[in-house]
């Protein structure tokens, strides 16, 4: 027979007042009750804990030592169980994110200061990684949840879409396409074109637009952040196609962004996760400021 956490609480509190009628009066017990608990928890232990001096109830020899033990038993128990309570509560744990630099810079920053609003003692450590980074941080368990835009290949993790991203043109103010409403990718493949580098989800939707419009681009030069790819078209270098996440952050840089048509490019971004039952409290709760669910 084992010993349970309730049969401990009545052995202390008995100890404590060497009355069964004061120790059921704390527990909300009845006498009978408490005796059967201690019964069977002397049986559990081998041995009487307690023995009788006129109408007190007194600790044997083994019950005094067994006190301490159980009293230490029960705070390690209501620490651990009052330290997962806060953590369901979420007013503890960690919250881990993989997250593209494009939504990284800008969008979560907002996100995470609501969050942080609502759940100020969760820890939070961001990962701003490209898109294959993302996948691979979410599979190895470094992040709980990945942003990025859906991939090829799940590999048996889940996707939930949040939006829809359409691809955009960017040019400097002085560029002759600068005065167009809309620009079509061949536009775009008469000039020096700056692109993502080879291997890249935005390079293959970028060479995918550019080869169905029927006309061969001009690269000039790769770069490995979208970010980088704003500040070539800055200096001059030429132009691109980006992903409208990063629509603000190209106007800071005083460039002109225009949609993008024949073919429009348009690209889920949602969450990546293992499973939504594995998922901690506070990546359940970032996951429902995602969707709105």
Excluded at 143 to 151: K, T, V
């Amino acid at each position: 027979m084992s010993a349970t956490i309730k049969q401990l609480r009545a052995f202390v509190v008995v100890a404590r007042s060497r009355s069964l009628a004061q120790a059921s009066a704390q527990l909300h017990s009845s006498q009978p009750a408490l005796s059967i608990a201690i019964r069977n928890l002397e049986e559990a232990t081998g041995g009487p804990l307690f023995s009788r001096d006129g109408r007190q109830l007194v600790l044997t020899p083994e019950g005094r030592e067994f006190l301490v033990r159980a009293e230490q038993l029960l705070n390690s128990w209501d620490q651990s169980l009052d330290a997962i309570q806060q953590r369901f509560r979420l007013e503890r744990g960690q919250l881990r994110l993989a997250v593209i630099p494009a939504f990284a810079l800008n969008r979560v920053p907002s996100l995470l200061a609501d969050f942080h609003q609502k759940f100020p003692q969760i820890n939070i450590v961001l990962e701003d990684v490209v898109m294959e980074r993302v996948v691979e941080a979410v599979q190895e368990g470094r992040a709980e949840l990945g942003i990025s835009f859906r991939p090829d290949e799940l590999g048996g993790m889940e996707f939930v879409p949040f939006e829809r991203d359409r691809f955009i043109a960017v040019v400097p103010e002085e560029h002759i396409l600068a005065e167009k409403k809309t620009i079509r990718w061949r536009d775009l493949a008469t000039h020096p074109f700056i692109s993502m580098n080879r291997g890249s989800a935005v390079r293959r939707w970028t060479d995918t637009a550019l080869d169905q419009c029927g006309q061969a681009a001009q690269y000039i030069c790769e770069a490995n952040q979208l970010s980088t790819i704003g500040q070539l078209v800055r200096a001059g270098l030429g132009i691109s196609a980006v992903p409208s996440l990063c629509e603000a952050q190209m106007r800071e840089y005083g460039l002109i962004c225009l949609p993008l048509t024949a073919p429009a490019v348009m690209q889920e971004v949602g969450a990546l996760f293992k499973s939504r039952g594995n998922l901690s409290a506070p990546a359940s709760a970032f996951l429902e400021l995602l969707t709105g669910q």
